[in-house]
T-cell receptor, first 106, second 114 residues
Framework: GIQVEQSPPDLILQEGANSTLRCNFS?????LQWFHQNPWGQLINLFY???GTKQNGRLSATTVATERYSLLYISSSQTTDSGVYFC????????FGRGTQLTVWP | DAGVIQSPRHEVTEMGQEVTLRCKPI?????LFWYRQTMMRGLELLIY????????DSGMPEDRFSAKMPNASFSTLKIQPSEPRDSAVYFC????????????FGEGSWLTVV
């Protein structure tokens, strides 16, 4: 199967700070997606981004498919951004990374 | 849109008992996925269906696990007999046209086997 590496594994920020999360794939994948799992366990789809750049409010994502990586940018972080961020890509089935645990302090 | 609906939300059961988890996918979606999440192994795909047909069940841990999708609006994941190592959060998710589009998760079923 595909190996999905996410970095950093843990990130602690002060409210208002910016951050970049990275996702590397061991092989070319389709249908790359980013998810946020909030502290209550809900998994929310943030972006469907097989290539290029998308923005949604304070969040944006960029995927460079030819180099097999994707980046998630969080600007002006808020405490509600806390949780685990997962990336996933498919080659037949959808493979998830182990996630980045983000904690934002007030 | 009601989203993906799972039941029960929480279940505590004794080892050896049968557990049935239920899922109603988003109306119009033709793919359904069952995932298991644990601290040790992260998110694991157990099985997925396309147009009610099981496509990939290679993630089903062993014969104690079975999944069915009798129609487009309902699926079950059954564990019989349950064991403590089955304790996990089980997520159901759905999408349109297989893995090729945005996938939406239910809120999960938190299973504890004692």
């Amino acid at each position: 199967g595909i190996q999905v590496e996410q970095s950093p594994p843990d990130l602690i920020l002060q409210e208002g700070a910016n951050s970049t999360l990275r996702c590397n794939f061991s092989d070319s994948v389709n249908n790359l997606q980013w998810f946020h799992q909030n502290p209550w366990g809900q998994l929310i789809n943030l972006f469907y981004i097989p290539s290029g750049t998308k923005q949604n409010g304070r969040l944006s994502a960029t995927t460079v498919a030819t180099e097999r990586y994707s980046l998630l940018y969080i600007s002006s972080s808020q405490t509600t951004d806390s949780g685990v961020y997962f990336c996933a890509g498919s080659l037949g089935r959808l493979y998830f990374g182990r996630g980045t645990q983000l904690t934002v302090w007030p | 849109d009601a989203g993906v609906i799972q039941s029960p939300r929480h279940e505590v059961t004794e080892m050896g008992q049968e557990v049935t988890l239920r899922c109603k996918p988003i109306s119009g979606h033709n793919s359904l996925f069952w995932y298991r999440q644990t601290m040790m192994r992260g998110l694991e795909l157990l099985i997925y269906f396309n147009n009610n047909v099981p496509i990939d069940d290679s993630g089903m841990p062993e014969d104690r696990f079975s999944a069915k999708m009798p129609n487009a609006s309902f699926s079950t994941l059954k564990i019989q007999p349950s064991e403590p190592r089955d304790s996990a959060v089980y997520f159901c998710a759905s999408s349109f046209t297989g893995s090729g589009n945005t996938i939406y998760f239910g809120e999960g079923s938190w299973l504890t086997v004692v």
